[in-house]
C-alpha cells in the first residue's frame, strides 16, 4: 500500500495545481499503439481511474491536494490553458492581451462558455474566485493573487473590493486585472485559477464581513454547476466519486457518459483491477510494466516528465562540511553510474537530468556536462580536495573518513532502492554513505525548517508548465529557524538570484526567460547542488479500447483532452 | 458494576492523554504537509493557518481545549477535509460495523462446527488437519492472506470483486453486490477468528465430552446426535458467550488491516489514512471511538460472565 502513495509524494512546486489536470506536451506512447483517426469515435461508456487516496475538497480554491485537483479540475475549467506541444500558455475559456507596461491583463471570455445550468460564466465568476480565495481561512493558497492590486486590502477587510479588477460595465464577459509589479508566472498561476460560479458560492463571501467565507458551503463537495467537461454526480465517500458528462461544455459535449475516480489501497492491487477492469486507467509502477503490457485488454502509454527525482546535497552542513567543496560535489556526480541506476531501480524508464529544466521543458539548456561515469576523474577530484584512500578503501582528510547520511522517505520503494544503489556506488568509489529512512511526514517539515540533521537527501519536485524555478533556488528561499523554505540544500549564488529575478521579468516573452534559465540551467550544472537524478516516465496504464488519449510532459495526468476521450464498442 | 463503570473514565481519560501527547510530539507538522506544495505561501499564511486550527498554542491549552470540545461533542475539524472529525469518522462507522459484524458471523458459523467436529473425530486426519488450520490461521499475516485472496479470487478466478463496497455503476441498493464485495474481506478478517474458535471449541468439547453426565446420558441409552447437540455443546458453548464481549472490539481494531487491503471505506481506513498526514483531530477521533469501544465491549464481557456463571460476581 505504499508505493502509490509514495507517487503522490513528489513535491508539487512549481507549476499552478489548478493546471494539473488540463496541461500537455510531446509525447512517446506505447509501440505498436493504434492511430485513432482511422475509427469513427462514438459517445457512451465510462473511464474508471484508480487513485491512492480520497479527495478532501471538491474545491480548487480551498484545497491543494492532487486527487481533489484531479476531480475539481473536471468540474472548473480555467481561463488559461498549457499548450500540450510547448507548455505555453494557451488560451482556453478566456482571450487576453497583455498592456504594454506588462501590468494590466484584459481578458474576454468565450462567449459560448456557459455554466452547465445554462447561466453564462462571466467576469464575476472570477472575481468570486478571487474573493473567495482571498477570505478563506483554511485554502493553502492564500498568497496566490497577492500581486494583485488591492488583494491584500480585501483580504484584511480594509476595502470591499480588490481594485485591480475591473469589470466593463458593457459586457459582463470583459474584465482587466492590474497587478503592483510584472510578475511573469502570474498568467499562470493568476488566471490558471478557475472562476467559480457566483450565483452558487457568491453569497458565502460578503465585501464588508471578513469573517464570512466559503470554508463550510456545502456545495463545496457536492457542486451543483460545473464549467469543466464533466458535472459532478455523487461522492461515495472513501470508495468512488462519479462525474457525468457536461452537455454543456463550451468545447463540446464529452463522448463519455462518465468519469469515476475509485480509491485503490496499493500500487499492486491497482494492477490487478486493471487486468479484472474494475480500473480502466490507472499510473502504475515501472515494476508492473512488462506484466502489464502483455495483457491483450490494457495499453500503456508512457511520456516524459518535467519533474526529477534527485540526490541534494546540503552545502553548509554544520557535520558535513565537505559538500560545500564543489570538487567534493562533482566527485559524486561522477563517481555513481547513473545508468545503472536507471535500468536498477526505474527499469529504464525514464530519463537521466543533468540540471533544473529536464530536457522536455522550453527553459532547458543544451551542452551541459552529462558527468558520465568516471570512477578515475572522481577518485583525483577528491584527491584535489585533500582525500587520500585509506587502507579501509575509503577516502579520508585529517583522520576523518569522509562519509556521511543520505535520508530519503520510507515507503517510496522507488526511493528506497535509489538509495542503496547510491549507498553501494559510493561505497565502490570509496565513500561512505549511511542510508536512511524517514516517514514523509517527518521529513518534509526537517527539510523545510533546514534542520542541521539532514546532510543529503533523495527527494522529487514535481514540476509543471511554469518556469520559475525561484522558490527553489534563489538564495532567499534557503531555510532559516523563522521561516522555512525549498531550497533546503542551502544553495547560494549572485548570478543565479539575478537570472531567477529575470525570469520573473519585467520582460516575459519567451526568449529573454529562455536565456536568462539557460545560463541558471549552465550553473547548477556545474555547482551541482543536486545530483540531478532522473526524470521518471509517467506510466498510464489504460483499458486498451479507450480512444483519443494523446498525453504529453505538462499534462501530469495525461487527461487534459478527456473530452475527446471514447471508448471502442 | 458502577465501580466498573466508573473505571472507565480514567482509563478512557489515561488512553486520551497518551494518544495526545504521542501524535503530537511524533515529527511532522500538519500544517506544512498539507500546504507543501503551494506555490505562493508565505510563513505569515502558514502562520495563521496553525493558529486557525489552535496549533500554536502550548500542549497542555490545546489538550484541555480539545477535551472541553470533546465534552461538547466536538472533535474539532478535520484539517484535511474542513469538516467537524467526529461526524466524518461515523459516517464511515456503518461501512466498518458491516464488515465487522459478517466477520462475527463466519467466526461462529465455521469456527464452532468446526471445533466441535474435530473433538468428536478425535485423533483423525480430519481432526488434524482442523488443528492445523488452527494453528496457520492464526499465524498468517492478515495482509499476506489479503493479497492473497485478491489473486486468487480476484485475478485468477474473477469469482469476486477485490475492493471497495459496491461496483462502479452499480446503485447502493443492490445486496447482491454488496454481498459480493464483503464476501473477500471478511472472510480474511474472520480468519484468525475461525482459527481460534475451533482450537478452543475443541478443547471445550473434549473437557465436556470426558465428563460424568456425558457418560451418564449415552448410559441412559440417549442417541449420539442427542448427547452431543443438547448436553455436550450447550455446556460447551457457555464460556463461548463471555468471549462474544472483547469480540466486537478486536474485529474493529483488526478491521483496520483488512479496510486498507481491500480500500473498504470504514473508520479504520479513515483514521490510517489521518495518522499519515497528522490530521489530528481525526486521529483523536479514530483512536478515542475504538478505545471506547473497547472498554464498552469489557464491561459486556464482565456483565456477561456474572450472568453465564454466578459464581463470578461483577463488582
Not at chain 1, 202 to 210: A, F, M
Not at chain 1, 341 to 359: I, N
Not at chain 1, 522 to 530: C, G, H, M, R, T
Not at chain 2, 131 to 136: E, H
Amino acid at each position: 500500500m505504499k508505493s502509490t502513495r509514495a507517487m503522490r509524494m513528489f513535491v508539487s512546486v512549481l507549476g499552478a495545481a489548478s493546471l494539473v489536470a488540463t496541461a500537455c506536451a510531446p509525447s512517446t506512447t506505447a509501440p505498436g499503439a493504434t492511430p485513432a483517426q482511422a475509427e469513427t469515435p462514438v459517445a457512451g461508456g465510462r473511464v474508471i481511474e484508480g487513485t491512492a487516496s480520497d479527495a478532501q475538497r471538491l474545491n480548487p480554491a480551498t484545497s491543494n491536494d492532487n486527487v481533489s485537483s484531479l476531480v475539481s479540475g473536471k468540474i472548473y475549467d480555467s481561463l488559461v490553458n498549457v499548450d500540450p506541444k510547448t507548455g505555453d500558455p494557451i488560451p482556453w475559456l478566456g482571450k487576453w492581451t497583455v498592456s504594454s507596461d506588462g501590468l494590466t491583463y484584459s481578458w474576454t471570455i468565450e462567449a459560448k462558455a456557459n455554466w452547465s445550468d445554462g447561466k453564462p460564466i462571466i467576469a464575476d465568476d472570477f472575481l468570486t474566485r478571487v474573493k473567495s480565495q482571498l477570505r478563506s481561512k483554511v485554502t493553502p493558497n492564500k498568497s496566490t493573487f497577492n500581486d494583485v492590486v488591492g488583494a491584500q486590502d480585501y483580504q484584511a477587510g480594509k476595502a470591499t473590493s480588490v481594485s485591480g479588477i475591473k469589470i466593463d460595465p458593457a459586457d459582463p464577459k470583459k474584465f482587466s486585472v492590474t497587478f503592483t509589479k510584472v510578475f511573469c508566472p502570474a498568467l499562470l498561476s493568476v488566471f490558471g485559477s478557475a472562476p467559480l460560479p457566483t450565483h452558487i458560492f457568491g453569497k458565502y463571501t460578503v465585501d464588508s464581513d471578513v469573517t464570512k467565507n466559503l470554508d463550510d458551503a456545502p456545495e463545496i463537495n457536492a457542486p451543483p454547476v460545473a464549467s469543466g467537461p464533466f458535472k459532478f454526480k455523487e461522492w461515495r465517500k472513501g470508495d468512488q466519486i462519479i462525474l457525468s458528462r457536461n452537455d454543456t461544455y463550451f468545447l463540446g459535449a464529452p463522448l463519455l457518459d462518465e468519469y469515476v475516480l475509485k480509491v485503490v489501497a496499493d500500487s499492486t492491487v491497482g494492477a490487478a483491477q486493471l487486468k479484472t477492469g474494475e480500473l480502466t486507467v490507472y499510473s502504475i509502477q515501472p515494476g508492473d510494466v512488462a506484466d502489464l503490457s502483455k495483457q491483450d485488454s490494457l495499453k500503456v502509454y508512457r511520456w516524459q516528465n518535467p519533474g526529477y527525482t534527485y540526490i541534494g546535497w546540503r552545502q553548509q552542513s554544520p557535520t558535513a562540511t565537505f559538500l560545500n567543496d564543489k570538487r567534493v560535489r562533482q566527485a559524486l556526480a561522477y563517481g555513481i553510474n547513473m545508468k545503472d541506476v536507471l535500468q536498477a531501480v526505474y527499469f529504464g524508464e525514464g530519463t537521466q537530468v543533468f540540471s533544473h529544466h529536464a530536457p522536455v521543458s522550453w527553459a532547458a539548456a543544451t551542452g551541459l556536462n552529462p558527468y558520465a561515469y568516471d570512477k578515475a576523474k572522481a577518485e583525483s577530484l577528491l584527491k584535489d580536495a585533500g582525500y587520500a584512500k585509506g587502507a579501509d578503501g575509503f577516502f579520508a582528510k585529517d583522520g576523518k573518513t569522509l562519509g556521511f547520511t543520505i535520508v530519503t522517505n520510507q515507503g517510496n520503494k522507488t526511493r528506497e532502492t535509489f538509495l542503496q544503489a547510491a549507498a553501494e556506488q559510493y561505497k565502490q568509489l570509496g565513500v561512505k554513505i549511511n542510508p536512511k529512512l524517514e516517514a514523509f511526514e517527518a521529513l518534509v517539515p526537517k527539510l523545510t525548517g533546514g534542520s542541521p540533521e539532514i546532510e543529503s537527501v533523495i527527494i522529487g519536485w514535481q514540476i509543471g508548465a511554469e518556469a520559475d524555478a525561484y522558490t527553489l533556488w534563489h538564495s532567499s528561499a534557503i531555510p532559516t529557524p523563522e521561516k522555512g523554505g525549498n531550497n533546503f540544500v542551502f544553495f547560494k549564488n549572485a548570478r543565479v538570484d539575478q537570472l531567477l529575478d529575470i525570469g520573473r521579468g519585467p520582460d516575459c516573452s519567451k526568449d529573454a526567460r529562455k536565456k536568462a534559465y539557460q545560463e541558471f540551467n549552465q550553473i547548477l550544472n556545474e555547482e551541482q547542488p543536486y545530483n540531478f537524478g532522473i526524470s521518471n516516465n509517467v506510466l498510464l496504464a489504460t483499458a486498451a479500447n479507450i480512444r483519443g488519449i494523446d498525453p504529453g510532459s505538462f499534462s501530469p495526468t495525461g487527461e487534459w483532452n478527456i473530452h475527446k476521450w471514447w471508448i471502442k464498442k | 458494576m458502577i465501580r466498573r463503570l466508573l473505571y472507565a473514565i480514567p482509563t478512557l481519560l489515561g488512553i486520551s492523554v497518551i494518544v495526545f501527547m504521542l501524535t503530537r510530539l511524533s515529527p511532522g507538522d500538519p500544517v506544512r504537509l498539507f500546504t507543501f506544495g503551494s506555490v505562493t505561501i508565505t510563513e505569515d499564511d502558514i502562520r495563521q493557518l496553525r493558529a486557525f486550527y489552535g496549533l500554536d498554542q502550548p500542549l497542555p491549552v490545546q489538550y484541555v481545549n480539545w477535551m472541553l470540545g470533546v465534552l461538547r461533542g466536538d472533535f474539532g475539524m478535520s484539517l484535511q477535509y474542513h469538516k467537524p472529525a467526529l461526524g466524518l469518522l461515523l459516517e464511515r462507522l456503518p461501512a466498518t460495523l458491516q464488515l465487522a459484524l459478517a466477520a462475527l458471523l463466519l467466526q461462529l458459523l465455521i469456527g464452532v462446527p468446526l471445533g466441535v467436529y474435530a473433538a468428536l473425530k478425535r485423533g483423525s486426519w480430519v481432526d488434524n488437519a482442523i488443528r492445523l488450520f488452527g494453528v496457520v490461521g492464526h499465524a498468517v499475516p492478515t495482509f499476506w492472506i489479503g493479497l492473497l485472496a485478491i489473486i486468487l479470487f480476484a485475478v485468477t478466478l474473477r469469482v469476486l470483486p477485490s475492493q471497495g463496497l459496491l461496483t462502479v455503476g452499480k446503485d447502493q441498493s443492490d445486496i447482491i453486490d454488496r454481498l459480493r464485495h464483503i464476501i473477500l474481506p471478511a472472510f480474511v478478517l474472520a480468519l484468525a477468528g475461525i482459527a481460534n474458535y475451533s482450537r478452543y471449541l475443541r478443547t471445550e468439547t473434549l473437557d465436556v465430552i470426558a465428563q460424568d453426565f456425558v457418560r451418564t446420558a449415552h448410559a441412559k441409552g440417549l442417541r449420539n446426535r442427542t448427547v452431543v447437540f443438547t448436553h455436550a455443546l450447550r455446556n460447551a458453548l457457555i464460556p463461548m458467550v463471555t468471549a462474544l464481549g472483547g469480540l466486537l472490539a478486536v474485529l474493529v481494531s483488526g478491521s483496520l488491516i483488512v479496510e486498507q487491503i481491500f480500500t473498504w471505506p470504514g473508520a479504520g481506513q479513515f483514521t490510517y489514512a489521518a495518522a499519515r498526514v497528522k490530521d489530528y483531530p481525526v486521529i483523536m477521533a479514530g483512536v478515542m471511538l475504538g478505545s471506547t469501544l473497547l472498554v464498552v465491549s469489557y464491561l459486556i464481557r464482565d456483565v456477561l460472565y456474572a450472568v453465564v456463571d454466578p459464581r463470578i460476581k461483577a463488582r
